[in-house]
């Protein structure tokens, strides 16, 4: 059984950081592109973030574009997103998804699986 754990949101101020992280399991990490969306509340979902876990290509939404990044760790099938200079409009539940064969981009309702969701909070 596939399963993709989201941990990591939190409660913070504008300006500060955050680091999330999707942990997978029963998968083939290798095999798979895994990002990030999210989700605010009356908006619609956004994609943010993805990387191709076998050559580490990455996309990045302009929204987030030079304050998020995006890694891996293969050892521990874990792809982690460095949130910085956080502002309101960050506000959202943050999803992982991940994609068999996928591009960095996909788009959030493309995903194979997708985890269960960590809320992050920006206040101003």
């Known amino acids: 059984e596939v399963q993709l754990q989201a941990s990591g949101g939190g409660l913070v101020q504008t300006g500060d950081s955050l680091r999330l992280s999707c942990e997978a399991s029963g998968l083939t990490f290798e095999d798979y592109s895994i990002g990030w969306f999210r989700q605010a509340p009356g908006k619609e979902r956004e994609g943010v973030s993805g990387i191709e876990i076998s050559d580490g290509t990455t996309y990045y939404a302009d929204s987030i574009k030079g304050r998020f990044t995006i890694s891996k760790d293969n050892a521990k099938n874990t792809v982690y997103l460095q949130m910085n200079s956080l502002k309101p409009e960050d506000t959202a539940i943050y999803y992982c998804?991940?994609?068999?064969?996928?591009?960095?981009?996909?788009?959030?309702?493309?995903?194979?699986?997708r985890g269960q969701g960590t809320q992050v909070t920006v206040s101003s």
């Open positions: 998804g991940a994609e068999k064969y996928g591009l960095a981009w996909v788009p959030p309702s493309q995903y194979d699986f």
